[in-house]
Structures are given as C-alpha cells and as structure tokens.
C-alpha cells in the first residue's frame, strides 16, 4: 500500500516527491557541532533550529544542541538585528560556549540581515566577551542542499578563523603540520580518520571533528559542550600547514580552496576515502604531505581488505545497484562498487552540481556506460526507473526502505540519515577496514535477500 | 540552584506545600538565544493534518520542511498511505525573486491528477509569507479545475507558535466540515478530536465506542478520511482529547453547529473511563449505553488490573520526570504515573498556559518542580536534583536522559505501542518497567556510584568480627 510509485514516467517540473537531500542549514549546524565549545546558533524562527536538533538527534542518538534567533513577525518585518543581539548576549551570558557559529535561514536571507555587521556591532558594543568567538556561514534553505550548508560552515571556519603566521615555507615544512577536512561523514568515520593519521605519524589539524562530540559515552553527566571538536587554535593555526587534504568535492573542497587563497595552503582534492582506490589516494597523500612512510600496520590493513575482495569477488560480479545518496557519499561509494565488479545502474543525488555527473561519468565509462547518473533528482524518479528495470541492489539512507519494501530489494543503509538502525554511529565505513564493513554490509544483504528468496532446492549451507 | 536564562525565572515553579505559586509566565516567545525545545507554527499545523491518509499534503516552501517532517509521526492508517509520502515545491532562489505561485499551481495539477486524493493541504513555510505568494487564490483555481477541495494552510513559521499552527491547522479543516452529507447519522454519535492514531490509538478508541452502542462519525485526525471530515457537523458531541491542537475546532463546531464539546483524555484507567463516561452521560436518553459503558469499564479494568499490579509493585516509589508539548497530557500523566506507584518530581511542557500551569500545581505533589518552555541544561539538572528513574518526553529529551542513565519512554511521535484506552495503560506500565527497571542502568555510571556508597554504607555497619576470607 506504500507502493503510489508507478513505472509510467512523465516529466515533472515543479515539485520534488520523496526527495533525497535537506536543506542547507542542517549541515551549517552539523559542521558547526565539529568545533571544540561551539554553540551553533540558527538565526531564523525557531521551527527550524527543533527540526535540525531532531532529525540529527535520530541519526546520531546523541543530545544536539543549538540556539536560534527566535524570529517572530516582528523581526521578520523589521529585520533580525535585536533577535540576534539579545540571542548573542543570552547566549554567552547562560551557555558560555567558546564560539557562536550562525547560519542563516530562508527567514534571515529574504529579510536581507547582514550577518558580517551584525557580529561587528555585537563586538563593538561588548557583547561577544573578549576571547570568544563569532563566525558565520550563509544558508538559505532555497539554494543547495545540507552539503553546500556544511561546506559553508567548513568555508566559514577558515575565513574567520584560520591565520597565516607568515613562516618561511622551510618552517612550515619542518613543522610538518597538515590539515584534514574530512566531510560530512559520521563521528565514526571521523575518529577512523583520526587513527589512520595517527598510525601514519602525521601531525594534523583536523577540521571540522564530531567525534567526541555526537558519539559520547555515557558518564551519567549531560555536558552541553563536549570535549571534542576541533578547537579554535587549532583552526587558526590551518593556515599555518604544509597542505591541506580534503575530502570531497562538495563539502570540502571550498574550504580548502578558501585557505589556499587565504592563507597560501596548497591543497590536495580528494574523494571521500571508501573503497581501495579512494583509500589508497588518501594514503598516498599522506605520505606525500607528511613525508613518512607507511606503516607495516596499514599496508596489512589494505592487505586484509584485498583478501576479502578476491574471497568473495564472484558475489559482487555484474550485481546491478542503485545508489542515492549525497554526492561525495555516492561518487566515492560507485568507484569501490566498480572496483568490486558490481554494475552501478541507477546513481542520484538530490543535491545539485555538474561535477557529479562529470566525475561520475568518468568512473563509469568502461565498466557500466549505461548507467543513469542524475544531480537534483528524487528517489521517487529512483523508484520509477527501478520499477522499469530492476536492480539487485539499493544503497542509501533510509529513506530508500520505501522502494526496497515495495520492490523486494536487498537494502544498505548508507549516508545521512540513517533513522533505523544502529551501525553508523559505531562502525566506520572510511579507511580499508570501513571498505571491509561495507563489503560486509553488501554482501550479507545480497546473500540474507538470497536464502530467504530462493527457491528450497538452491538454498546453500555454503556461501 | 541552577542558572536561568535572564526573564525565564517566572517559567518554573516549586510546589512548595502550600498556596499556589504566582502566576507563570507562559505563553511567552522564547528568549533569542535559549536552547528552546519549541518548534514553529508549520510544525503545529503539519503534526495536525497528517495524518489524512486519503489528502494530499503539499509543502510550499524550500526543501527542508517537507524533508524533516516526512513520516516522521508514526499516524497509522487502515486505507490509503498517501500521507506517508513527502511533497515539496521545493523553493530555488529564482522563485523566492519571481514568486513561487506557478510552481505551487503546477505541481497540485500534476500530483493530483496522479494520485487522485480527496483533498489538498497546501501548507505556507516562512518564506511563503515573504515572498508574498497569493495561495489562496492558487488553491481555488487548483479547486475549480479539478473538482476537490483545495486548502491553504496559514502555517508560515515565524508567525507565532506551534499553537498558531494548530489554529491554523483547524482553520483549514473548518472549511471540509459542513460539507458533506449527513444522512444515516445517528443519534447517538460523536466525534473524537485530537486523537492522531499513533501505533493504532484510535482503533482501540474507536473500538470503545462502538461497544457502548455510539456511533463515531470522524475521528480527526488519525485514520481520517476527508468525506469523514466532511461529514463530521451530523455528530451530536465533539470528545476533544489533545485540547491544546483541537479547541479551536471544536468551539467553530460549538459555535456554527451547536455542537457541544468535552475535554477527555484517553491515557490512563481513570482518564479513559473517564472520557467513557462522559459520552454515556451524554447520551441518557438511551440509559442501556451507560449500561454497556459501566460493563465495558468493568470487564477492561478487571482485565488488566492484575497485570498492572504487578509492575506496580516494581515501581512504586520511583521518580519520575516529564517533559510534553502540551499540559493536558501532562495531567494524565501524573496520574498514571501516581496509579503505578511513582511520583513525578519534574514537569513541565512546551505550550501551556496560565489555567494549565495553576491545574498542574494543584494536583503536583510537593516539592514539584514546575517548568514551561524548558532546555536541556535545566531539565538535565532538575532531573539530578532530584534523582529521577524516568524521563517522559520526546525525542531531544531522550538522549540526555540516556546519557545521565535515566530511563526513558516515548509519549509523543516516536511511541511504538498504543498507550491510550485500558490496554495502553498496560503497555504504558510495561514500557516504563522495561526502561526504568533495564540491567542497564546498573552498568551506568550514576547508579554505580550509588551502589558504591551503599556498599561502602553496609561495610561501614558490619561488626569489625566479619568472617575473614578462607584460606587456601
């Protein structure tokens, strides 16, 4: 009965049904949470800053907290200036964070509030104490998606907060310090990062870092700022590094491209690390950056993940999948799909951006050349193209357990949000021991999906 | 004594034992900058009209708020799962600048012509009332082309509160009521307002009444059919549980109808019987319906009360702290919570008013602490102060209790099972024994202290003559 989905197509134009993206404030509010003593702060009414705090809340299942503007119709006609300046001094007044990072909403950006000025006044007039810190990003819920709204905030850190102390590039090189900006990804992924780097023997800075922050353990104690984060000297001090890697074209690559043009940081453009290749890149870069070599620690781990891929290989072989999900998640994800033989066969974002098709073209063109690729779609066109020609497969947030009911489909949970289960907040999907998890996670699906369905006589013992 | 955001000292309240507190300050917009579990007006009108299984819910607006309010409620239906889906306009920045009225009309034409609903909610986000859009005057051009009703609701955010959204909620299902045909309708009829069929709530309601001999026209909204709705003028009594959403509603129904309306609420032995009652009070032009009703109250409360018994010798004397939207629920609450043994040391919600507030004080037991529009910090804190078993809330709360190791239940969107009628207050019971009474409170940190020093206690008392460790 779920099933209002039909395999008919006609061209939509002007509405989104069951669509595959959020809005960009979620993901200026996400990043924000990955700064040490950070309140993110929603300068809007307040519907908005309780739907980010519960949608988070059910992905991570940790308490969120932001503050918000408290818009009513008097603000929206006169503008935001007195919301934000009593929101300001409440906020240091009773909550006393290090920093206020504030987004913007379609409220503040119709209205035409001046973020920049309005921070400058609340400094001049002594409201933001001195030490703190306030920093802005600009998120109207009418442009891009929860990916622009966190690669905003990422950007926003580097603007207002990372410095170029002016050392020699000799100095810099033999303070050997390396930034990291890891994308919107889990904590879990985050602190998997984290260890990798560590096991490298690389110092970094790694900006922004939920870990620490949204996957607490339980000490009987609600702290409202968490130890984690990245703090602000350190993100100062990213102007200050040899290189930055970052992680994805769409939540990362702005940032680093800010502080290259800021602080003079050369920056090495990567995808999300999933998968071999993509891991083997970040790896690579490294070393390179952090001129070390790599441990015998690492070399095993991608052994251990090669060996799993050639055990199981003829599991994966020609297995058509359809992916949904944000786009760094997905064009990361496809390259390791490829690289375990699968045949991508639907691949969509809801986000927009041309360099998803592009890149993902590239990944695609020998191995499924007739793979859909689509930016600023819905999963209900997903839906409609699995209605008209199935795949064995479907990989997305859980959002997608619509389609894989009504079409029987083997599900993997993956990307944000993941409202249903568990995995995500614990297990890293990054690294090669995350591209073992996903194997895991694809392969049992496929397999579970295999010996409830098939018919008696070919149900296995071994697989 | 914790600290408090500057004017908010006025929102909480300790029963002191004696006279009534001062008057609380509530009704009031959050301060800027609080950590608020306030939602918006759009929330208060989307958590209302839902549950419509056979409508089609539009959200004009940016993404977001069709996206974080995508079956999100748990509002069960026996028919259609229109509801279920997620339908945006999805706002770009060249309709902010041109308008969004062509995209809004465009898409209804599509959508309904696709899925053929009853109706059409059309609800307006913030921007909407920025931008200036005329819905109004879309929808009934979208209504004359395709022939069924086609409603705007007013629910752009930052128009006030959740409570707005609820007016504006019953504003929009005011105009489906008195439109349809009332024939066949008898006597001896009510609706239920307020009542949203979470985990299948309304069923067992609905089951009720139909046992006591009343026919039940429309419940609004959960499981609701427009024609129901429509149809909803012919009922002899409106029984409005969540009076915070549906008042407004039932004083039109009151007013244009001659309707009258009751508050009743479903969760609890007393309330349920209660609201039972209420209806065969209502009706004693037919003295057998009170009959079945007083048979009814008999055979369920005989059914479960073992059973409740039995949990309630588990909890009595635990804690309790509760944290709702509105007050009414919070009312039951207490007094469920006082028939299983346990007392409820915190409570507080989102959008009560002063009556609320005076009434919550009334039936507290002393010591209380009494909050409106409260935070995580404050309600953390209280909760230790006063050394709670449970947390009743939603789920922002449900983490922060989690993370002090308090128990936990769900008595708002995310309940799994029914709580309300006879058999919700069992599985009520159940649910809080399952949190409260969890092994794995014993691992956590709060009560590990706790047993720590009553080792160190019982050690402390035991005769310095204590047997001595056999030797090997």
């Known amino acids: ?463 | 004594m914790i600290d408090l955001l500057p004017g908010r000292e006025r929102q909480i309240v300790r029963k002191d034992g004696g006279a009534p507190a001062a008057d609380m300050a509530c009704g009031k917009a959050s301060a800027a900058g609080s950590v608020s579990q306030r939602a918006c007006v759009f929330c208060g009108s989307r958590v209302v009209l839902y549950p419509i299984c056979d409508a089609l819910h539009v959200v004009h607006g940016p993404i977001g708020c069709a996206a974080y309010t995508w079956d999100i409620r748990g509002a069960l239906s026996s028919g259609p799962q229109l509801h279920r889906n997620s339908f945006s306009t999805d706002l770009q920045e060249m309709d902010v600048i041109y308008g969004g009225e062509k995209k809004l009309e465009a898409a209804l034409l599509e959508l309904i012509e696709h899925y053929q609903p009853k109706a059409a909610f059309i609800y307006s986000t913030c921007i909407v009332g920025l931008i200036g859009d005329d819905v109004s005057a879309v929808c009934k051009r979208v209504a004359t082309k395709t022939g069924i009703p086609v409603l705007g609701v007013h629910s752009e955010g930052f128009k006030g509160t959740k409570k707005d959204g609820y007016k504006a909620a019953c504003e929009a299902l005011y105009k489906l009521v008195g439109t349809g045909d009332t024939a066949g309708i008898g006597p001896h009829s009510i609706n239920i307002l307020g009542e949203f069929n979470l985990a299948g709530e309304a069923w067992i309601i609905r089951d009720y009444y139909k046992r006591m001999g009343i026919n039940v026209v429309a419940t609004i909204t959960g499981d609701a059919r427009v024609e129901d709705i429509r149809r909803a003028h012919g009922a002899k009594l409106n029984l409005v549980q969540c009076s915070g959403s549906m008042t407004h509603l039932a004083k039109m129904m009151e007013r244009d109808h001659g309707i009258p309306f009751k508050r009743v609420s479903y969760f609890g032995i007393e309330d349920v019987s209660a609201a039972l009652y209420e209806a065969a009070r209502f009706f004693k032009d037919d003295p057998a319906i009170m009959d079945r009703t007083q048979q009814l109250v008999r055979e369920e409360v005989a059914g479960i009360y073992p059973e409740l018994q039995r949990y309630k010798q588990k909890l009595i004397g635990k804690r309790a702290a509760v944290y709702v939207g509105g007050a009414f629920k919070a009312f039951s609450l207490i007094r469920i919570l006082r028939m299983l043994g346990m007392e409820t040391s915190v409570v507080g919600s989102q959008t009560g008013d002063q009556e609320d507030y005076r009434q919550l004080q009334e039936i507290s037991d002393p010591g209380t602490i009494i909050v409106d529009d409260s935070n995580p910090l404050e309600l953390a804190k209280f909760c230790l102060e006063k050394d709670v078993d449970l947390f009743i809330g939603g789920v922002k709360e449900r983490p922060i209790a989690y993370k002090l190791g308090i128990g936990f239940c769900d008595h708002n969107h995310e309940r799994k099972e029914p709580l309300a009628g006879f058999v919700g207050m069992v599985n009520f019971a159940k649910e809080v024994y399952a949190s409260v009474a969890s092994p794995v409170w014993q691992f956590a940190p709060r009560r590990a202290h706790r047993a720590a020093v009553l080792r160190e206690l019982a050690r402390a008392e035991t005769p310095a003559t204590a047997p001595t460790p056999p030797t090997i």
Not at chain 1, 259 to 287: M, Q, S
Not at chain 1, 308 to 318: I, K, R, V
Not at chain 1, 450 to 457: F, H, I, P, T, V
């Open chain 1, 1 to 463: 009965m779920l099933d209002g989905t039909t395999a008919e197509i006609k061209p939509r134009e002007a509405l989104r049904i069951n669509p595959a993206k959020t809005c960009q404030p979620i993901g200026a509010l996400y990043a924000s949470l990955g700064i040490n003593g950070c309140m993110p702060h929603s300068h809007g009414s307040q519907g908005c800053c309780a739907y980010h705090r519960s949608h988070l809340t059910r992905h991570f299942k940790e308490p969120v907290v932001a503050t918000s503007s408290s818009f009513t119709e008097g603000a929206s006609v006169f503008g935001g200036l007195a919301n934000m300046t009593q929101a300001l001094s409440n906020i240091f007044t009773i909550y006393n964070p290090k920093i206020v990072a504030v987004h913007t909403t379609c409220l503040s950006e119709v209205i035409g509030d001046d973020i920049p000025m309005m921070i400058k006044k609340a400094t001049e007039e002594g409201i933001i104490p001195a030490g703190k810190r306030v920093i802005h990003a600009n998120t109207p819920s009418f442009v891009g998606s929860h990916v622009t709204g966190f690669a905003s905030m990422v950007t926003g850190m580097v603007k207002y907060l990372s410095e170029s102390s002016g050392k020699s590039r000799a100095q810099l090189e033999e303070d050997g310090q390396l930034n990291v900006i890891p994308g919107y990804v889990d904590p879990s992924d985050m602190r998997e990062l984290k260890r990798i780097i560590k096991e490298m023997g690389v110092k970094t800075v790694f900006f922004p870092d939920t870990s620490g922050v949204l996957d607490l353990p339980q000490d009987g104690h609600y702290r409202m700022f968490p130890h984690g984060g990245a703090t602000v000297e350190e993100i100062k001090s990213a102007g200050d590094s040899v290189g930055t890697i970052a992680l994805g074209h769409f939540a990362s690559h702005p940032a680093a491209a800010k502080l290259d043009e800021k602080c003079n940081v050369p920056a090495a453009l990567l995808e999300l690390p999933y998968g071999l290749t993509n891991t083997d890149r970040f790896i690579h870069a490294l070393r390179n950056y952090g001129g070390v070599d790599v441990p015998a620690a690492i070399g095993e781990e991608r052994g251990r993940l090669l060996d799993a891929m050639s055990d199981m290989h003829q599991y994966f072989h020609s297995q058509r999948v359809a992916i949904a999900g944000d786009p760094d998640h997905v064009i990361a994800l496809t390259q390791f799909l490829v690289e375990l033989d699968m045949k991508p066969a639907y691949v969509i974002t809801g986000s927009s951006g041309n360099h998803f098709e592009q890149r993902l073209a590239e990944i695609l063109k020998d191995h499924a050349p007739d793979a859909i690729v689509k930016q600023n779609t819905d999963l209900f066109a997903l839906h409609q193209w699995i209605k008209n020609q199935p795949v064995d497969l479907l990989i997305g947030n859980t959002y997608c357990k619509y389609i894989s009911r009504v079409e029987n489909l083997p599900f993997v949970r993956f990307g944000f949000p993941i409202l249903d289960r568990m995995g995500h907040r614990y297990f890293p999907t990054v690294g090669y021991t995350g591209a073992l998890r996903l194997m895991e996670l694809i392969n049992n699906a496929l397999l579970d999906h295999k010996d409830r369905e098939c018919a008696e006589e070919n149900f296995e013992l071994v697989q």
